[in-house]
């Protein structure tokens, strides 16, 4: 299929590019490239940030937002269980088995080979999760390729979601949630929730641990977004996925009281702020008054 400007995502060689199509909207690449040869002197000489760059001063503002959502998320969860009844439970046990088995799996064929089991069954979730972000801004995706050794895709849009997607969407998590659903909706299927969160907390498991194997690769999906806010992104909505999971699975947990927490622990690192910059200010003015003096 031809396409005008399609960016490809390499799993594998950890890069993307864009591929151009020639024939296609020739006449507006010739009318840009006039006015690129008549830019004036000034123009040429202008000075250029890379976006790089910029995203990374973007990071730092990230930082507070990270620290109160996990903040948030440690306190939320104790609250719940004051009387030990979550830890008790089935769904938590089954949780943690399938987390266990995955974790064994995956640290033993680390051991016994160099790389970890199912490695063909995370680049397709890798590609795929490309692919569906893609479609989800907007765009096309025209070649759509995945095998053991690596993979790419090729779509005509690019930003900094599709490029992280993968490293924050748990793919196959998602996948066992929305059977469950079709499932339930059609049969009582009440029995085989503790089934349910066993295989959340494998496929979870199986997420998390291709993601930290991963993000120490030299992946160009971070370093291309910038390596620190790439880096933010994926922790912050790690985050949100892993306390999704906490209000799913932890009745006694709820959206609003979650919320409530962000809420308190925001203005708790806002009034800290004010306090360090009030001494700040002070301290200056106090040192100022004794030189004039």
């Known amino acids: ?67 109160v959502l996990t903040q948030a998320l440690f306190t939320s969860f104790p609250r719940t269980i004051g009387g030990e009844e979550f830890w008790a439970t089935a769904q938590f046990w089954f949780f943690t088995l399938g987390a266990m088995i995955w974790m064994l799996a995956f640290f033993g064929s680390l051991w016994a080979s160099g790389e970890p089991w199912f490695l063909r069954a995370y680049v397709f979730a890798h590609e795929l999760t490309h692919a ?86 030299g992946q160009s999906d971070l370093s291309t977004n910038g390596t620190f806010f790439s880096l933010m992104v994926i922790y912050l909505m790690n985050l949100v996925v892993v306390a999704a999971l906490v209000i799913f699975a932890a009745p006694e947990v709820t959206f609003i009281g979650f919320w409530n927490e962000i809420v308190r622990h925001g203005g708790v690192l806002s009034a800290g702020v004010v306090a360090l910059v009030n001494a700040a200010i002070h301290a200056l003015v106090t040192r100022g008054d004794g030189l004039v003096h």
């Open 132 to 217: 569906f972000w893609a479609k989800v801004c907007g765009g096309e995706v025209y070649q759509f390729k995945a095998t053991r050794s690596g993979g790419h895709i090729v779509t005509d849009t690019q930003n900094f979601w599709i490029a992280l997607a993968p490293y924050f969407h748990p793919l196959y998590s998602i996948v066992v949630i929305e059977l469950y659903a079709v499932v339930r909706f059609f049969y009582n299927i009440e029995v085989l929730t503790p089934v349910l969160f066993g295989l959340l907390g494998l496929t979870w498991a199986f997420h998390f641990s291709f993601t930290l194997w991963m993000i120490p690769k």
């Open 1 to 67: 299929m031809r396409f005008t400007d399609g960016v490809e995502f390499d799993y594998k060689a950890s890069h993307f590019h864009l591929a151009a199509n020639r024939s296609f909207n020739s006449r507006n690449r010739k009318a840009h490239r006039r006015l690129l040869l008549d830019a004036s002197p000034a123009l040429e000489q202008a000075v250029t940030i890379p976006t790089r760059w910029l995203k990374n001063i973007i990071g730092l503002f990230l930082v507070p937002v990270a620290w």
